[in-house]
């Protein structure tokens, strides 16, 4: 597993703009603690999913790449496969990348599901029948698609009026009480704008409630925050981060 002049494989992260991912600080102290020393991980900020084969042919060593906002869904159509599950979520996140004959082919996966899941289970009670999923970017496709796999009923929550969503000026007292799930999937609180938090009415939350928020930085949004003062149970998006990086590591290498 030597490596001659610096790494011998790459993989990266695109998405748009990319100035405080999780990705690459994460795969930087996995490779130092494990002592692997024939892979590297970099951040490639691309303002276009169009200069995407560009990239990989610039970088010659680039076998894989993990995707994010606003990338998920607009990467499809620039693959040539797509893992069963991923085309059932409708998002990718996940790029293996394969170089034969001087061609490419690049086949999509989604580890969002399996990171979200395995984080959730643990979190679950008998009560958590009905969640309420706030946002509809492509993140919340794959939480939707792990609250149909475990009998989880859901609503999305926009701020347009869509058929067969709720708008956030429908959560009631009814709604809330019956959903007691409440997952945000937007981007509202993450640094550095800490202070924005979705419009739900926290005031009538109560410990029966877990809330679930996909922002890991900081770890602690003012959405968990008022949710805890209200005794529910929360939980921040970093385990789900760690789990899909993994997953995303063991589809790229075959390494447990």
């Not at 200069?51 to 998920?72: A, C, F, H, M, Q």
């Not at 492509?138 to 939707?144: F, L, P, W």
């Not at 996909?214 to 805890?228: A, D, H, I, R, S």
Request: charged share 20%.
């Amino acid at each position: 597993m030597g490596k001659q002049n610096g790494s011998d494989k790459l993989l990266g992260l695109i998405g748009y703009p990319l100035s405080h991912s999780f990705s690459e600080q994460y795969f930087a102290d996995k490779f130092r603690e494990e002592g692997i020393v024939d892979y590297s991980y970099r951040n490639y900020p691309i303002p276009s999913i169009d200069s995407l084969e560009k990239l990989i042919l610039d970088e010659p060593r680039l076998v894989g790449l993990n995707v994010t906002i606003p990338y998920k869904e607009q990467i499809l159509s620039f693959l040539n496969e797509i893992e069963e599950e991923a085309r059932q979520v409708g998002a990718v996140n996940t790029v293996m990348i394969s170089r034969a004959g001087g061609g490419l082919y690049l086949k999509g996966y989604n580890t969002d599901v399996y990171g979200f899941r395995e984080s959730l289970i643990p979190l679950l009670q008998g009560r958590h029948q009905q969640a309420l999923v706030l946002g509809t970017g492509g993140a919340s496709k794959a939480i939707c698609h792990v609250l149909t796999q475990l009998g989880i009923g859901y609503k999305y929550v926009s701020r347009t009026h869509r058929p067969g969503q709720l708008e956030y000026r429908d959560l009631c007292l009814s709604v809330i009480k019956n959903y007691t799930l409440i997952i945000n999937t937007t981007p509202l609180g993450t640094w550095p704008d800490v202070s924005s938090f979705p419009d739900i009415p926290y005031d009538i939350l109560t410990p029966d409630h877990l809330l679930y928020d996909l922002v890991y930085n900081p770890p602690e949004t003012p959405f968990l925050q008022f949710g805890k003062q209200k005794g529910a149970r929360t939980k921040n998006g970093l385990e789900m981060l760690q789990l899909q990086a993994d997953r995303s590591w063991e589809i790229w290498t075959g390494r447990e």
